[in-house]
């Protein structure tokens, strides 16, 4: 059973705006939060990540917000670029655990 | 260039061929991973390594063995590998593996094993 969910397989935002990708998981023993980048023919790139004490983190263009009752996280990319194009995963680990748990992924796709 | 480098990037084997494959971290991490992503399912934890000791093994048949000579190399030895096995080897690392400590996973690029 899948304990991290990205419901939305893809996106397309124009150049500019906001990107919003959302991720739902629903293990509540899970208390850091990652978004990886991940271009074809490549391993996931790590992003940015959160800690469960927090309920945002931001890191230039990328903000990650953490709602924690809703079980729900989100990464928001401002202004969005071309070069943001590729697929994001969304992932967690619990508190005493060493794994961390995969979305499936949202392909973004930026365009001019 | 994420300082996890992974060997070969592309395997064909049968199912009666023993190979392995290989991963290197330049980071200065102490933990290293094995994760596998199948088509169109999540990547799945396999192995994790730390300080060259093995404290992880999620539930692998025997026919993956892993091995760790030093905290800059693993290896993942493959031997009478079954069809579905088929899938994506991510190699990752991080500066240790500790329990109740975030340390985010750098990954490499992964290989992509076909069995015949």
């Known amino acids: 059973d899948q304990q991290v969910k990205q419901n939305s397989p893809s996106l397309s935002v124009q150049e500019g705006r906001i990107s919003i990708l959302n991720c739902d998981y629903t293990?509540?023993?899970?208390?850091?939060f990652l978004w990886y980048k991940k271009y074809p023919a490549e391993g996931p790139t790590f992003l940015i990540s959160?800690?469960?004490?927090?309920d945002k983190n931001e890191d230039g263009r990328f903000t990650v917000f953490l709602n924690k009752s809703a079980k729900h996280l989100s990464l928001h990319i401002v202004p969005s670029q071309p070069g943001d194009s590729a697929v994001y995963f969304c992932a967690a680990s619990e508190i005493s655990g060493y794994a961390l748990n995969f979305g499936k992924g949202t392909s973004l796709l930026v365009t001019p | 260039e994420t300082g996890v480098t992974q060997t070969p990037r592309h395997l064909v084997m049968g199912m009666t061929n023993k190979k392995s494959l290989k991963c290197e971290q330049h980071l200065g991490h102490n933990a290293m991973y094995w994760y596998k992503q199948s088509a169109k399912k999540p990547l799945e934890l396999m192995f994790v390594y730390n300080f060259k000791e093995q404290t992880e093994n999620n539930s692998v048949p025997s026919r993956f063995s892993p091995e760790c000579p030093n905290s800059s190399h693993l290896f993942l030895h493959l031997h009478t590998l079954q069809p579905e096995d088929s899938a994506l080897y991510l190699c990752?690392?991080?500066?240790?593996?500790?329990?109740?400590?975030?340390?985010?996973?750098?990954f490499g690029d992964g290989t992509r094993l076909s069995i015949l």
């Open positions: 959160i800690s469960s004490i927090k």
């Open positions: 990752a690392s991080s500066q240790a593996a500790r329990r109740n400590s975030n340390q985010p996973q750098h």
């Open positions: 293990n509540s023993m899970f208390d850091y």
